[in-house]
């Protein structure tokens, strides 16, 4: 059965910093691209990033490049979001992802979500 | 940037309607057009991949076509279940994009 988790959301003020973590089972991930997306209240998903199955390839949306960064410890099987620098423009449900060049990089598995809210 | 406009916004439909939905991107996309269904306070599911494909447990009254710049969306009997928004995606070329959705009410 695929699970991934994710975890640390939280109500932060802005100028901050957070870290989310998704925690991947049921499948190989050492194997696996993965990702991270966020759904903003009331608004359709944003694509935020994606990195290779080793980390060697990562990329980023304009709008999170040179704040957020993506990582993954594969002996862990999870997935990490650091996020810094945070505005009320951050507000929003994030997913963490698998993606495959076999289903045209669609997004095959999502975690359940975890909220960030960036507030005063 | 690749701009994905679908169209309806908003589509009213009954128990055993066909429906369409369109997605146009800004550029040529080949096929790396992608389908996902939300329901209310729930995470988006993949109903199809590269434009045609239908994913893995999705009813086959779903059926996706297209390339270039022009995809559909067909569900065929709409079930009471299929009522949501429904969001088209390019992978082509990052950033990926998604439409604006298409939100299907019962009428």
Redesign the interface.
């Known amino acids: 059965q695929v699970q991934l988790v994710e975890s640390g959301g939280s109500l932060i003020k802005p100028g901050g910093s957070l870290r989310l973590s998704c925690a991947v089972s049921g499948f190989t991930f050492s194997g696996s691209y993965m990702g991270w997306l966020r759904q903003a209240p009331g608004k359709g998903p944003e694509w935020l990033s994606y990195l290779s199955n080793t980390g060697a390839i990562i990329y980023y949306a304009d709008s999170v490049r040179g704040r957020f960064t993506i990582s993954r410890d594969n002996a862990k099987n999870s997935l990490y979001l650091q996020m810094n620098s945070l505005g009320a423009e951050d507000t929003a449900i994030y997913y963490c992802v698998r993606t495959s060049q076999l289903r045209r990089w669609a997004f095959d598995y999502w975690g359940q979500g975890a909220l960030v809210t960036v507030s005063s | 940037d690749i701009q994905m406009t679908q169209s309806p916004s908003f589509q009213s439909a009954s128990v055993g309607d066909r429906i369409t939905i369109t997605c146009r991107a800004s550029e040529n996309i080949a096929?790396?057009?992608?389908w996902?269904q939300q329901k209310p306070g729930k995470?988006?599911?993949?109903l199809i991949?590269?434009?045609s494909?239908l994913?893995t447990g999705v009813p086959s009254r779903f059926r996706g076509s297209g390339s270039g710049t022009d995809f559909t969306l067909l569900i065929t009997g709409l079930q009471p279940e299929d009522f949501a928004t429904y969001?088209c995606?390019q992978?082509y070329n990052?950033?990926?994009?998604?439409?604006?959705?298409t939100r299907v009410e019962i009428k």
Request: without cysteine; aromatic residues 24%.
């Open positions: 096929d790396y057009l992608n996902y995470v988006p599911t993949l991949f590269g434009a494909s994913h969001y995606h992978t990052t950033p990926w994009t998604f439409g604006q959705g």
